[in-house]
């Protein structure tokens, strides 16, 4: 059996990676999908990619409005930013192209899920000991 040597370059043409802490950000099968298939589909010197709503729906089996409503999550976490690109016709016409998908770092999605969620904690810390501190004012004297 003989075994095909791959060099450096052809290696990170064959596979995209995940962090693992995607799955710590509770994304949606769905987004979980479509961001899998534009981390695919990127380019790996400028993280961009342009993709159709019908061509990603094909590619992960899902409708246009759906990958549509799964762009707008994943845009909204911070995960991708889009921008609207227009194109020239034959004639000279401006066109409207397909939406130009940048992926974003990922330590700073996950950075941001950390902040939201201790301040989340901070926040219950302060509403526990406000309630302690009430309980202790209204016991009634004897």
Not at 81 to 107: E, K, S
């Amino acid at each position: 059996m003989r075994f095909h040597r791959w060099n450096s370059q052809q290696k990170l043409k064959h596979f995209f990676s995940l962090p693992n802490e995607i799955f710590l950000l509770g994304l949606a099968h769905g987004e979980l999908a479509v961001y899998c298939y534009l981390k695919y589909l990127e380019n790996r010197k400028t993280h961009q990619c342009w993709p159709s709503y019908w061509n990603i729906g094909k590619a992960v089996g899902m409708s246009e409005n759906t990958v549509r409503k799964y762009v707008a999550m994943l845009e909204a976490r911070g995960l991708i930013t889009t921008a609207y690109t227009t194109m020239r016709a034959r004639d000279g016409r401006p066109m409207n192209g397909h939406l130009m998908y940048t992926i974003c770092p990922f330590h700073e999605v996950v950075n941001d899920h950390y902040r939201v969620q201790m301040e989340a904690l901070e926040l219950q810390a302060r509403q526990k000991s406000v309630a302690a501190l009430a309980s202790q004012k209204e016991v009634p004297a004897q």
